[in-house]
C-alpha cells in the first residue's frame, strides 16, 4: 500500500559545507554495506572514520547485562568513527546499517592530517561533535521526567525530521525504518512501552506501522504528543 519514493528529506542544520564534503571524498575511497552489516565494532581499533553519503546507519552500545542501546542514527553527510580516530581509543559504539549504506571511509592518519591541513573543517568537525553532545545531554535529562509515550514520540519525531524517506501515499508521509526493539533501544524505554504507545497511535491514525517500519502521517499532532 505504502510505496516509498526515491527521495530522502534534506537533514536540517547540515554539518558540513558541500567544499568540505569534497574534501572528504578527495582524501578517501567509497565503498558500501548492506543492510545489517557493520560500518564498526565496538572495542574495535581506531583505525578509520566514515562520512555517510547515503542510506542510513545505527549507532549502538552494548551494556553489562547485554542490553542493547541505540545511541544515535547516521545519514548522509555525517561522520562516524571520528572520536575514536582523535583520541586514539578503542571504539566505544558500534555502527551497523539499517539499510544500504554507501560512505566515503578515510583512514585514520589521513584524517588527521585533513583537518591539520584546513582549519575551517577541523572547526565543522568540532562543531559537529559539540552538536551532538548537547543532544546527548538533552536526551538524559528528559529520560526521567517524560513518559514513555511522549519519549517514543520525540524519537519517531527527530528520525522522521531527520532520516525520513517520503512517500508516495498519503502525501507528506514519513517512513521510518527502525524495528520495535531499535525504537525502544533509542527511547530508552521497553519493548513492551513501544508496541502499547505504537497501539495507540495508530488508533490516533498518527502511525501506520509494518514489518520494520513505521509510516509517520501526520508530524505536527505527533509533535504535541513529543511535547506532553
Known amino acids: 500500500m505504502f510505496q516509498p519514493s526515491s527521495a530522502r528529506r534534506s537533514e536540517p542544520n547540515e554539518p558540513f559545507t558541500p567544499e568540505e564534503l569534497l574534501l572528504f571524498r578527495s582524501a578517501g575511497r567509497v565503498r558500501g554495506w548492506e543492510r545489517g552489516e557493520c560500518l564498526m565494532r565496538e ?70 592530517r585533513l583537518l591539520e591541513q584546513h582549519g575551517t573543517l577541523a572547526l565543522a568537525v568540532l562543531r559537529s561533535v559539540v552538536a551532538r553532545l548537547r543532544q546527548s545531554d538533552d536526551q538524559r535529562a528528559e529520560h526521567g521526567a517524560r513518559s514513555a509515550r511522549s519519549m517514543l514520540a520525540r524519537v519517531l519525531l527527530d528520525v522522521a525530521v531527520r532520516h525520513g524517506v517520503e512517500i508516495s501515499e498519503p502525501p507528506g508521509a514519513l517512513a521510518v525504518q527502525m524495528n520495535q526493539q531499535e525504537l525502544a533501544g533509542a527511547a530508552a524505554i521497553s519493548r513492551e512501552s513501544v508496541v502499547r504507545v505504537l497501539r495507540a497511535m495508530q488508533q490516533a491514525e498518527l502511525v501506520v506501522t509494518s514489518r520494520g517500519r513505521t509510516v509517520v502521517l501526520d508530524l505536527h499532532r505527533l509533535r504535541r504528543w513529543a511535547q506532553e
Open 43 to 112: 572495542g574495535g581499533p581506531p583505525d578509520y572514520v566514515v562520512l555517510v553519503v547515503g542510506g542510513l546507519a545505527k549507532v549502538t552500545a552494548e551494556s553489562e547485562n547485554g542490553y542493547t542501546s541505540v545511541l544515535a542514527l547516521r545519514g548522509p553527510g555525517e561522520l562516524v568513527g571520528e572520536l575514536s580516530c582523535l583520541d586514539g581509543i578503542t571504539r566505544s559504539a558500534t555502527v551497523t546499517a539499517l539499510e544500504r549504506v554507501e560512505g566515503v571511509v578515510l583512514g585514520a592518519d589521513a584524517f588527521r
